[in-house]
């Protein structure tokens, strides 16, 4: 079986400090890895993805992600948040043509 | 960019009634669509795979008669939430791959949310 798991719920952080968003999966197989970010009533929009390679993936607005392994992560971070950072963060991963979500992490970044 | 839309956007309406959310591929063709709900707080669960010109697959748990999935073209996939009840109410989303990208490129689109009185 596939999962997913943000072990947080919310996240908070000051602007300007470094954020990290933990996710952790357990997949058959080889994973795909993906983090998407959600604003208030609206869709999913696409941060990042780690496919192969380089286990330090560069993404949107900043973001990057390491994936790791041996201890079955794949965290979400950036060296400086911005307000404008506070949303809904989900890890997921995608197998056998379907993707499946963690239960998100709400980021909020404080002035 | 590939882009999704969804319509309506927000959506009330009385226990009892059916719903319809349509799902629309607005620049490239889709021959699989899939669509989502998501209850507040919480992530978003896969309902069905919608296959074009085909039934579509829906995940274990998903009543299929009432949640009837159409897609009729390569550009539109329709939910249809019949005789809806409160405990339908939610946050509905779909997503669409692109042929001209790799199947884990999905396209979101912007959700519906859905209140059932």
């Known amino acids: 079986a596939q999962s997913v798991a943000q072990p947080e719920d919310q996240v908070n952080v000051a602007e300007g400090n470094p954020l990290t968003v933990k996710c952790t999966y357990s997949?058959?197989?080889?994973?795909?890895l993906f983090w998407y970010v959600q604003y208030p009533n609206r869709g999913l929009q696409f941060l990042l993805k780690y496919i192969t390679g380089d286990n330090l993936v560069k993404g949107s607005y900043g973001f990057e992600a390491e994936f790791n392994k041996s201890q079955t992560s794949f965290h979400l971070k950036k060296p400086s948040a911005l307000v404008s950072d506070s949303a809904l963060y989900f890890c997921?991963?995608?197998?056998?043509?379907?993707?499946?979500f963690g239960s998100g992490t709400k980021l909020n970044v404080k002035p | 960019g590939a882009v999704v839309s969804q319509h309506p956007s927000r959506v009330i309406c009385k226990s009892g009634t059916s719903v319809k959310i349509e799902c629309r591929s607005l620049d490239f063709q889709a021959t699989t669509m899939f669509w989502y709900r998501q209850f507040p707080k919480q992530s978003l669960m896969l309902m069905a795979t919608s296959n074009e010109g085909s039934k579509a697959t829906y995940e274990q748990g998903v009543e299929k008669d009432k949640f009837l999935i159409n897609h009729a073209s390569l550009t539109l996939s329709t939910l249809t939430v019949t005789s809806a009840h409160p405990e339908d109410s939610s946050f509905y989303i779909c997503s669409a791959n692109s042929p001209a990208s790799v199947a884990e490129t999905q396209y979101f689109g912007p959700g519906t949310r859905l209140l059932v009185l």
């Open positions: 997921a991963v995608y197998n056998f043509n379907k993707f499946y």
């Open positions: 997949v058959s197989g080889n994973p795909y």
